[in-house]
């Protein structure tokens, strides 16, 4: 609307337009605290690659994290109003967060089939069905392809030999299957 006021940062460039050296300076400090803010994400980024999580194939889209759901009925959310991210907590314990363009499990959460079930049906919607990669230890990726088995979960990986062992144990689910009994 024609009624909305000026952000800060607009009326300083404003400003800067119209010579003002303050206002010109404070715009280096704009993009300086920009390019600082970027390098940190970037940095933290790196340090989660390989922490039990779920993500994209790189390139990933600079995503932020989804708004907080009930994915669960034991699953709560808590937004950090300082980075964004969105902390998932099973039975009040947090099991898992979402940092934007992945989700990292802790310790608990890693090991918990419920919070890996939660973390895989945020991941589905987050990612929109792209197909995903488990980053972590073997144990967290076995536990996640136990999790899709067990709770027949529409997803699909990005691994090669975890796509294979999920389409595996699609087929010996279907053929185990007796006609006209409904699972």
Do not use: C
């Not at 608990?108 to 079930?117: H, P, Q, T």
């Not at 990986?157 to 299957?177: G, K, L, V, Y």
């Amino acid at each position: 609307p024609a009624n909305k006021p000026q952000s800060y940062r607009d009326w300083v460039g404003d400003r800067a337009e119209q010579g003002d050296p303050a206002a010109l300076s404070q715009l280096r400090g704009f993009v300086y605290a920009d390019k600082r803010k970027l390098k940190e994400l970037e940095e933290a980024e790196r340090k989660r690659e390989n922490e039990d999580g779920l993500t994209i194939p790189a390139p990933a889209p600079r995503t932020e994290p989804t708004p907080p759901r009930r994915v669960m009925d034991n699953i709560s959310t808590q937004l950090d109003r300082r980075t964004g991210d969105v902390h998932y907590h099973l039975d009040r314990r947090e099991v898992f967060t979402d940092h934007g363009p992945r989700l990292t499990f802790k310790a608990d959460g890693s090991k918990d089939k419920d919070a890996v079930a939660a973390g895989l049906m945020v991941a589905r919607e987050k990612f929109a069905g792209q197909p995903l990669t488990v980053t972590g230890s073997p144990e967290f990726k076995q536990r996640v392809l136990e999790v899709v088995k067990e709770r027949n979960l529409q997803v699909h990986f990005a691994d090669p030999e975890m796509e294979r062992q999920r389409i595996q144990q699609e087929r010996t689910r279907s053929t185990t299957r007796k006609p006209g009994i409904e699972r």
